[in-house]
C-alpha cells in the first residue's frame, strides 16, 4: 500500500540521516539502501530472514547443477546450520529453530578483566567444521555487560572470505553511532546479508515491529 511503502521510506531516511548508516563503498551502495517494515517481533523477523537465505541457497544449488525438478532441493543439498556467536538472549536462538534450522552456539571469550567478547579464532573454526552446511553466521551488536557488542566487522570479513552469509541482530543499535560506525565498516571491510532491528526499541512505537535492511 502506499502507506506502507512511505513508512518505510520514511525510517530508511532516518536511518541514513538520524543513525549514520551510511556506507562508503566504492560502487555506491549502503547498508540501508533496501529495506522492509514488518509487523513482527526481531526474532519472528530473523527467522523469515533466514528462510528465505535457506530458500535463496537452494534455488543457487538447483542452477547450479541443472536440476529439472523445480519442487525438490538437490538431493545432496543440505544447508541447515546457522552459527551464533553466544549471548545470554535467547530470541535469535529460537529464531533459528523456528526456521527449521540447527543453531551452533559459538563460545565467547574474556578480554581483559571484565569483558566478554566475540571469539573470532573459534568462529572460524566453527566455520571450518560446518562448511558444508553452514548457511548463515548471527552476529549481535546490542548486548548486555559484562558481554560487549560482537567484533562484526571481522565476523564479516570471514563471512566474505568463505562466502557465508552474514546476518546482523541491531535490535537496540540505531540508538548508537559507535554501533552504526562498526556497521558501516563492517559493510566496507566484509560482507552483511541483513541488518534487523527493532521498532519499538529504536523508534518507541506503541507496538512491536522490525526492520530488515541490506
Not at 41 to 49: E, H, K, N, P
Not at 134 to 145: E, N, R
Amino acid at each position: 500500500s502506499i502507506l506502507a511503502q512511505l513508512t518505510k521510506f520514511l525510517v530508511l531516511d532516518a536511518m541514513k540521516r538520524g543513525s549514520g548508516l551510511r556506507g562508503d563503498r566504492a560502487d555506491g551502495e549502503d547498508p540501508a539502501k533496501f529495506g522492509l517494515v514488518l509487523p513482527m517481533c526481531t526474532g519472528m523477523s530473523m527467522a523469515l530472514v533466514l528462510g528465505s537465505l535457506r530458500d535463496e541457497a537452494e534455488t543457487a544449488a538447483k542452477n547450479d547443477e541443472d536440476d529439472d525438478n523445480d519442487d525438490d532441493p538437490p538431493q545432496n543439498f543440505v544447508k541447515d546450520v546457522v552459527l551464533w556467536s553466544r549471548i545470554d538472549q535467547k530470541s535469535c536462538f529460537k529464531a533459528v529453530l523456528s526456521a527449521g534450522l540447527k543453531c551452533i552456539v559459538v563460545p565467547t571469550t574474556m578480554e581483559g578483566d571484565d569483558s566478554v567478547v566475540t571469539d573470532v579464532k573459534k568462529l572460524e573454526e566453527y566455520m571450518d567444521k560446518y562448511s558444508n552446511r553452514l548457511l548463515a553466521v548471527i552476529s549481535t551488536t546490542s548486548c548486555f555487560a559484562p558481554r560487549v557488542p560482537d567484533k562484526i566487522d571481522e565476523i564479516g570479513k570471514l563471512c566474505l572470505k568463505k562466502n557465508v552469509s552474514h546476518v546482523i541482530n541491531n535490535a537496540y543499535g540505531l540508538q548508537c553511532k559507535q554501533t552504526c560506525k562498526l556497521i558501516n565498516r563492517s559493510c566496507v571491510v566484509g560482507r552483511v546479508d541483513a541488518i534487523v532491528c527493532s521498532t519499538d526499541k529504536n523508534f518507541l512505537v506503541p507496538v512491536g515491529g522490525a526492520i530488515v535492511i541490506s
